[in-house]
């Protein structure tokens, strides 16, 4: 018997699928472990001076996690790089809510969201995560990966857009022609505020979920996947912070900022399926709204002047863009 909140008992039990399934999950934790420090420790050396401070947390109902919050730093404002190992019983409200079936769940994942001071720097928000579920005698009856990273300037520098979306394309293309065409579609019409007339939240990058393991890409293959898109993670946003973090702002600037960081906040709350998830399986409060901004601006239909480099992002993110 799994105690609630224990993760190391998780993971030396076979009361999740049998031994081999055990192993591929201990391994996906470890990745996801370790991509956590990675990314970490990118950013502190980003910023120079603000430093992650690690909040670990136990859920009631099984498992737990590492929440790191940075704030303050000269480069970001707010950020958060979260891990997280959750489990329990498939509920009522998950399967109408959901939409899945099964006695028992599992799912493993980062997530991450920057916040950074400077309104020349983009927000960026990456996810990778795998889940499980099991019969009543602890069988996999299904698995499948999901994740993605999308980039969210506050003003539009091309070459930072091309640069972000050729690095991910190189990535899928390791793995196959088409994934990235069809995984950034999937980016650009998700992450939409559809209540906003269709406005996109950034200029996107690569998003994918679902992926089961079939006769030609298995379970390897979509973990080699993950695995390489979490990498270039700092390949894809780091550069982009170094160019643009000693830029000189204004106090018009900054209130441009926020007025995006709003548009944000509302895709968070309302559409993402991540945040929705969290609170359907009474998740960690804290951990799922750290992915909010700290300072928002919500002005009655505020409009940028046309031509302005306010709307010229704002133009940017109304419709898809090719930016290869």
Not at 196 to 222: C, L, P, V
Request: aromatic share 14%.
């Amino acid at each position: 018997m799994i105690e609630p909140n224990s993760i190391e008992a998780l993971k030396n039990t076979t009361s999740f699928g049998d031994g081999l399934q055990g192993n591929f999950r201990n391994q996906w934790i470890s990745f996801i472990h370790q991509l956590q420090d990675d990314i970490c420790n990118a950013l502190e050396i980003s910023d120079g001076v603000a430093k992650f401070v690690e909040d670990a947390w136990d859920r009631p109902e099984g498992g737990g996690g590492k929440t790191r919050i940075i704030s303050n730093g000269k480069v970001i404002e707010k950020g958060g790089v979260n891990s997280s190992i959750v489990f329990g019983k498939v509920t009522d409200i998950m399967r109408a809510q959901l939409k899945i079936e099964g006695d028992s769940w599992f799912a493993c994942g980062l997530s991450s969201v920057i916040h950074p001071m400077n309104p020349f720097v983009p927000t960026v928000h990456c996810n990778y995560r795998m889940f499980e579920l099991y019969d009543a005698s602890g069988n996999l009856i299904d698995r499948w990966f999901g994740g993605g990273t999308d980039l969210t300037p506050y003003y539009l520098f091309e070459a930072d857009a091309k640069h972000f979306h050729q690095s991910y394309k190189n990535i899928c293309d390791q793995f196959d022609a088409s994934f990235y065409r069809d995984f950034k579609k999937v980016c650009d019409n998700y992450f939409v505020n559809t209540h906003r007339n269709n406005e996109r939240r950034g200029i996107g990058g690569i998003f994918y979920d679902y992926k089961r393991s079939t006769e030609e890409k298995n379970i390897e293959f979509w973990f080699s996947f993950a695995k390489a898109c979490g990498k270039g993670f700092i390949e894809a946003y780091i550069p982009i912070v170094e160019k643009r973090k000693q830029l000189t702002y204004s106090a018009e600037n900054k209130f441009w900022q926020e007025i995006r960081r709003g548009r944000y906040t509302e895709f968070n709350l309302v559409h993402d399926r991540g945040t929705l998830f969290g609170l359907k399986t009474n998740g960690r409060i804290e951990s799922i709204l750290m992915s909010l901004p700290p300072t928002v601006r919500f002005e009655y239909d505020y409009q940028p002047i046309q031509g302005t480099e306010e709307d010229k992002l704002l133009q940017a993110c109304l419709n898809p863009v090719d930016w290869i």
